[in-house]
């Protein structure tokens, strides 16, 4: 079992950075894929970017160039740097960990603000 918390969110104005962070308990982090999902209102939740146990990162066409995912297996952590954020990138962010074809796991989201 994994139990996931998200920190780092708030409110921006475009242009601006945030990072959020993904803690993880248990032992068993590092053999989960991790990724981070959003959902703005009224629309579906997305996958924004996902990393494999081994470090390999995808991204949201949206996102690319602007996200970066990383992870910190020894601190059983996950992040991902936003720059450049944009009014479209408001929505909760979520956190979750990847089993064996689904995310099993996932946090309770934290709020990312962009004003224009």
């Known amino acids: 079992q994994v139990q996931l918390v998200e920190s780092g969110g708030g409110l921006v104005q475009t242009g601006g950075s945030l990072r959020l962070s993904c803690s993880a308990s248990?032992?068993?982090?590092?053999?989960?894929?991790m990724a981070w999902f959003r959902q703005a209102p009224g629309k579906e939740r997305e996958l924004v970017a996902r990393?494999?146990?081994?470090?390999?990162?995808s991204y949201l066409d949206s996102v690319k160039g602007r996200f970066t995912i990383s992870r910190d297996n020894a601190k059983n952590a996950m992040y991902l740097q936003m720059n450049s954020l944009k009014p479209e990138d408001t929505a909760i962010y979520y956190c979750?960990?990847?089993?064996?074809?689904?995310?099993?796991?996932w946090g309770q989201g934290t709020e990312v603000t962009v004003s224009s």
């Open positions: 248990g032992r068993t982090f590092s053999t989960y894929a």
């Open positions: 990393i494999s146990r081994s470090g390999i990162t």
């Open positions: 979750a960990a990847q089993g064996n074809l689904k995310y099993d796991y």
